[in-house]
Every structure is written in C-alpha cells, then in structure tokens.
C-alpha cells in the first residue's frame, strides 16, 4: 500500500513561504483524491487542499488565494506552496490519499509554525 512522507515544515516570520512535499512510495497517476490537511492546537484537523486525480482543485476559504496545491507525477509527489502564511496557518500538516481501491493513507505530519 502506498506510504506517504511529508517534509518542508518549519519556523518562519509572518509573510514569508514554504512550500510542502508529500512524497508517495508508489505511482499516484491512479489515486482519486490527494489532499492537504492541518491540525492546529486545540483544533479538530481540517482540510486545507484537495487535488483529484483529474487535476481539479479545492481549497478552505482561510487559505484561497494564498495557497496552492500540486503534483508531480513523474516523481509521485504532491506540493503544498504556501505564501503570505499568517500566525493562524501554524499546525502540523499532514497529506493524504484516497481512492476508491483502498482506505485513506496518511503521512507523519510536518510542524508549520508562523511566528506571532
């Protein structure tokens, strides 16, 4: 079954960019739905981005405009880029996959934190 390992989390000021790499062990041509999801403290996990196997795109309404989701087939990874990030952006952020031939897989998480 596919692993997924994110990376890219860190410490940044308020304003700046990171970009997120979700890195799957197995082709991702064939997964129906990839998505971004973040937990702050004290908060349920919510979904930030979602890509489909398609191409189409969805993203909460607290990132629009300033997030962007992607992927990279030939190298079976999805991307997060996240620009502008705000003290309320800090979470760990975790990718997923889903498809209608297997149940969700989950990555480790990567801590984002935005300075306040």
């Known amino acids: 079954q596919v692993q997924l390992v994110e990376s890219g989390g860190g410490l940044v000021p308020p304003g700046e960019s990171l970009t997120l790499s979700c890195a799957a062990s197995?082709?991702?041509?064939?997964?129906?739905?990839m998505g971004w999801y973040r937990r702050a403290p004290g908060k349920q996990r919510e979904l930030v981005a979602a890509?489909?196997?398609?191409?189409?795109?969805n993203y909460a309404d607290s990132v629009k405009g300033r997030f962007t989701i992607s992927r990279d087939i030939r190298k079976n990874t999805m991307f997060l880029q996240m620009n502008s990030l705000k003290p309320e952006d800090t979470a760990v952020y975790y990718c997923?996959?889903?498809?209608?031939?297997?149940?969700?897989?989950w990555g480790q998480g990567t801590q984002v934190t935005v300075l306040s």
């Open positions: 890509i489909t196997s398609g191409g189409n795109t």
């Open positions: 997923q996959a889903s498809s209608t031939t297997m149940p969700p897989r």
């Open positions: 197995t082709s991702i041509s064939n997964i129906d739905v």
